[in-house]
Protein backbone atom coordinates (compact mmCIF):
# COMPACT_ATOMS: atom_id res chain seq x y z
CA UNK A 1 0.00 0.00 0.00
CA UNK A 2 1.58 3.27 -0.46
CA UNK A 3 1.55 6.08 2.04
CA UNK A 4 0.02 9.41 0.98
CA UNK A 5 2.31 12.42 -0.20
CA UNK A 6 4.88 9.43 -0.39
CA UNK A 7 7.06 11.54 -3.13
CA UNK A 8 7.39 14.20 -0.43
CA UNK A 9 9.62 12.89 1.99
CA UNK A 10 11.19 10.17 -0.33
CA UNK A 11 13.97 11.05 -2.90
CA UNK A 12 13.04 8.85 -6.55
CA UNK A 13 15.89 6.34 -5.90
CA UNK A 14 14.13 4.99 -2.22
CA UNK A 15 10.55 4.39 -3.37
CA UNK A 16 9.31 1.21 -3.95
CA UNK A 17 8.30 -0.04 -7.46
CA UNK A 18 4.85 1.04 -7.01
CA UNK A 19 5.21 4.37 -5.63
CA UNK A 20 7.44 4.68 -8.45
CA UNK A 21 4.95 3.15 -11.28
CA UNK A 22 2.31 5.38 -9.63
CA UNK A 23 4.01 8.52 -10.35
CA UNK A 24 3.80 8.13 -13.79
CA UNK A 25 1.64 11.24 -15.40
CA UNK A 26 0.62 9.05 -18.38
CA UNK A 27 1.21 11.49 -21.00
CA UNK A 28 2.88 9.30 -23.55
CA UNK A 29 5.89 11.60 -24.35
CA UNK A 30 8.09 9.12 -23.50
CA UNK A 31 6.53 6.73 -25.93
CA UNK A 32 7.45 8.73 -29.28
CA UNK A 33 9.79 8.69 -31.84
CA UNK A 34 13.36 10.61 -31.60
CA UNK A 35 15.30 12.19 -33.80
CA UNK A 36 18.61 13.08 -32.01
CA UNK A 37 21.26 15.18 -33.91
CA UNK A 38 24.49 13.41 -33.94
CA UNK A 39 26.61 16.65 -34.23
CA UNK A 40 24.90 18.42 -31.87
CA UNK A 41 22.75 16.20 -29.45
CA UNK A 42 19.02 18.29 -29.91
CA UNK A 43 16.61 15.83 -29.72
CA UNK A 44 12.97 16.35 -31.59
CA UNK A 45 9.97 14.69 -30.93
CA UNK A 46 8.01 13.25 -34.34
CA UNK A 47 4.87 12.47 -34.05
CA UNK A 48 4.76 8.52 -34.72
CA UNK A 49 4.55 6.98 -31.42
CA UNK A 50 5.46 3.69 -29.99
CA UNK A 51 3.26 0.59 -31.69
CA UNK A 52 2.21 -0.37 -27.94
CA UNK A 53 1.10 3.27 -26.67
CA UNK A 54 -2.51 2.83 -25.96
CA UNK A 55 -3.59 6.30 -27.20
CA UNK A 56 -6.81 6.52 -24.48
CA UNK A 57 -4.85 5.40 -21.21
CA UNK A 58 -1.72 6.78 -22.09
CA UNK A 59 -0.23 3.81 -20.83
CA UNK A 60 1.85 0.39 -23.03
CA UNK A 61 0.13 -2.41 -23.83
CA UNK A 62 3.37 -4.68 -23.14
CA UNK A 63 4.20 -2.82 -20.45
CA UNK A 64 6.07 -5.63 -18.02
CA UNK A 65 8.01 -6.88 -21.74
CA UNK A 66 8.57 -3.80 -23.47
CA UNK A 67 12.05 -3.78 -23.28
CA UNK A 68 11.73 -7.11 -25.14
CA UNK A 69 9.62 -5.96 -27.77
CA UNK A 70 10.40 -2.59 -28.05
CA UNK A 71 13.99 -2.59 -28.32
CA UNK A 72 14.45 0.90 -28.53
CA UNK A 73 12.32 1.53 -25.74
CA UNK A 74 14.25 2.89 -22.03
CA UNK A 75 13.01 2.08 -18.82
CA UNK A 76 12.76 5.02 -16.70
CA UNK A 77 14.70 4.52 -13.37
CA UNK A 78 15.63 7.64 -10.95
CA UNK A 79 19.19 7.10 -11.91
CA UNK A 80 18.68 8.33 -15.61
CA UNK A 81 15.47 10.51 -15.53
CA UNK A 82 17.86 13.13 -14.67
CA UNK A 83 20.15 12.67 -17.47
CA UNK A 84 17.45 11.88 -20.12
CA UNK A 85 17.12 14.92 -22.37
CA UNK A 86 14.48 14.10 -24.70
CA UNK A 87 11.93 13.82 -21.79
CA UNK A 88 9.91 16.74 -21.25
CA UNK A 89 10.57 19.22 -18.35
CA UNK A 90 6.95 18.31 -17.43
CA UNK A 91 7.46 14.92 -17.03
CA UNK A 92 6.97 13.97 -13.74
CA UNK A 93 9.58 11.99 -12.97
CA UNK A 94 12.06 15.03 -14.18
CA UNK A 95 10.20 17.57 -11.89
CA UNK A 96 10.51 15.57 -9.22
CA UNK A 97 14.20 14.76 -9.66
CA UNK A 98 14.51 19.19 -10.02
CA UNK A 99 12.59 19.66 -6.48
CA UNK A 100 9.28 20.55 -8.10
CA UNK A 101 5.79 19.68 -6.81
CA UNK A 102 3.56 17.26 -8.42
CA UNK A 103 1.09 19.08 -10.69
CA UNK A 104 -2.33 19.98 -9.24
CA UNK A 105 -4.17 17.14 -12.26
CA UNK A 106 -2.17 14.58 -10.88
CA UNK A 107 -4.01 11.46 -9.38
CA UNK A 108 -2.15 11.39 -6.50
CA UNK A 109 -3.22 14.97 -5.75
CA UNK A 110 -7.00 14.62 -6.38
CA UNK A 111 -7.47 11.00 -5.65
CA UNK A 112 -9.27 10.36 -8.94
CA UNK A 113 -7.16 7.87 -11.33
CA UNK A 114 -9.49 9.70 -13.95
CA UNK A 115 -7.80 13.51 -13.60
CA UNK A 116 -4.63 11.95 -15.44
CA UNK A 117 -6.45 13.47 -18.69
CA UNK A 118 -6.29 16.91 -17.55
CA UNK A 119 -2.24 16.78 -17.90
CA UNK A 120 -1.66 19.48 -20.64
CA UNK A 121 1.35 17.27 -22.34
CA UNK A 122 -1.16 14.25 -22.78
CA UNK A 123 -0.64 13.15 -26.83
CA UNK A 124 -3.58 14.13 -28.92
CA UNK A 125 -5.30 13.16 -32.10
CA UNK A 126 -2.19 14.89 -34.08
CA UNK A 127 -0.13 11.56 -32.67
CA UNK A 128 -0.76 8.13 -34.64
CA UNK A 129 1.13 4.75 -34.44
CA UNK A 130 3.85 3.65 -36.13
CA UNK A 131 1.88 1.02 -37.57
CA UNK A 132 -0.29 2.76 -39.55
CA UNK A 133 2.83 4.66 -41.35
Not at 8 to 30: F, I, N, P, Q, R
Not at 95 to 107: A, F, I, Q, T, V
Request: hydrophobic share 30%; glycine share 4%; charged share 30%.
Amino acid sequence: MIKKDFWKHKKLDEMSVEEWEALCGKCGVCCLYKIENEKTGEVEWTNIACNYLDFETGTCEVYNSRQKKMESCIKLTPTNVKNLQYLPETCIYRMLSKGKPLPDWHPLITEDPNSVSLNPDKLDFDTIAKKYI
